[in-house]
């Protein structure tokens, strides 16, 4: 019988080329949460089309901080400089536990609405009978190490840690080409679909209606 920690160092950690990869402890949230505003905050599609105010940063800084708690991210550290290059942000929904948050910003409030409206179209516990899940929340790169292939060597290491933990559910939406193309070759299913011109703002007006077809938020599923 294997403790989680031992599951972690097996399924997660190690090195891999110039990057160790850790699971994400307290001492290490506050590096994460700067990689996250340098990185995550201004690059995800969604979060750059809308911009963030600082309190709009502060909300999600505030979300992240809660998921970390979850215990089933990790990150990428270089380990010349001890850098982190990445970061694989996981939480644990569990059944009738919601997590209130209390959004004040303009901004985050319409990221909010626009995902929550996508998401609650299936209910992931009664449509798989399950009582938990995995919801891999940000998938985060620094810029100075993308197209590395190490966002897909991320997942591939959170999926061996889901089954090695014995989830049988992981929903992620994405966002971004490249996830979506990393989520397909993992066998992600597609449950709902929104397209960025589908976001409404506060009056109830679309600012992005001029907005392409190609740029959209896939939720998927993956079975374990
Ligand atoms: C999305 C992100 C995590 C990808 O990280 P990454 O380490 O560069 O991804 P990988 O190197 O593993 O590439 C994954 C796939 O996307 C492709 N890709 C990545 N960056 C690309 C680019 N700029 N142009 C074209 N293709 C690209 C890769 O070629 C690869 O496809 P392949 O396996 O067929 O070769 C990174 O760009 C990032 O942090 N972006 C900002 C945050 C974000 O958008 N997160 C995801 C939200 S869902």
Do not use: C
């Not at 933990?165 to 070759?185: E, G, H, Q, V």
């Amino acid at each position: 019988m294997h403790t989680e920690r031992q599951i972690m160092a097996e399924f997660v950690e190690g090195d891999w080329g110039e990057f160790a990869f850790k699971m994400i402890d307290q001492s290490m949230a506050p590096a994460v949460m700067q990689h996250l505003r340098k990185n995550f905050y201004l690059d995800e599609p969604l979060l750059k089309l809308i911009g963030l105010s600082e309190l709009a940063a502060s909300e999600l800084d505030a979300v992240a901080t809660r998921i970390l708690e979850d215990n089933l991210s990790f990150a990428a550290i270089e380990k010349n400089t001890g850098k982190i290059a990445g970061v694989r942000v996981t939480g644990r929904p569990k059944k009738g536990h919601k997590a209130s948050v209390n959004i004040q910003s303009r901004e985050f409030q319409m990221v909010s609405k626009f995902l929550g409206s996508v998401e609650k179209q299936v209910d992931l516990f009664d449509t798989f009978g399950v009582e938990e899940y995995a919801d891999l929340h940000f998938a985060s790169i620094d810029k100075d190490f993308r197209g590395q292939g190490l966002a897909s060597e991320m997942y591939n290491r959170a999926i061996s840690l889901l089954k090695g933990l014995n989830f049988k559910l992981a929903k992620s939406s994405f966002t971004s080409p490249f996830t979506r193309k990393i989520s397909t070759k993992l066998g992600f299913e597609q449950i709902a679909i929104k397209y960025f011109r589908e976001i409404e703002d506060e009056n109830g007006t679309y600012p992005y209606s001029h907005l392409p077809n190609d740029e959209f938020v896939s939720v998927r599923i993956l079975r374990l």
